[in-house]
């Protein structure tokens, strides 16, 4: 099972996995010499983080990561986010707000859609990669006679340091070509200048009040145009936050 997780977790960094898995072109393995001079002192490890994740389609999940702490990356990486505050805050408004309802987007894969403004290098003990993945590009071609597969990114990748900024800033632009705008004052607060429809913001989670359900299809559409969108109306869960709705009586139950 965690091989197979593991190798779907390679392939979709790549460029697919056995005809089962769709690649993002995130990673590209490479042969030591093709690395700048200059970066050779740049290239950082990879390790793993597997969970269960009993309520995603697939709950064996299995994530190579960056060591971020060795990345010597020189522009700001900070990201404005909704904070619990402005959470419940929020949800109290939609309850709060005659024929108001809640719903959530999640973006899949949302770093590894983010292109980087420069590569970034890791390395892999061939040991490490799950022989499906060997197998399947040639990694025996590329291993330098100590045993390490190197690794040139070129999209957001988890652990990077700079992937969330640069994945805001991506976002951030395609929703104000829509009329969506962040609040000058509360990070992670956003609304529509025209439409009724707000939302917070958290990382790649949208929580969102909606008053028409053609207002909320018009932003599901701007998203689908730039991510795989995963959309709940029923939102029973919002950032590891349960929710009860109780519409009619103007409550909803945080735990």
Known sequence: VWNRSAADGFGRL???IGGRIKGTDTIQFIYKHEIPADRLKDITYI???CTVRTKKKDPYRTRATM???LINYPDDVGTPTATLLLIKIFLNSVISTKGAKFANADLANFYLMTPLKRPEYAKIKLTDIPE???KEYKLHEYVTPDGWVYIKVIRGMYGLPQAGSLGHNLLDGR???E???QSQTVSGFWKHTT???QFVLVVDNFGIKYLKQEDLDHLVR????HYDVAVDLDVKEFVKIELDWDYENKKVHLS
């Open 67 to 69: 060591g971020g702490n």
């Open 47 to 49: 390790k793993f983080v």
């Open 175 to 177: 929703l104000n070509k």
């Open 132 to 134: 499906e993945v060997i």
């Open 179 to 181: 009329g969506y705008v």
């Open 195 to 197: 439409k009724p429809i």
């Open 14 to 16: 790549a460029q697919g």
């Open 222 to 225: 701007l998203l689908e145009k």
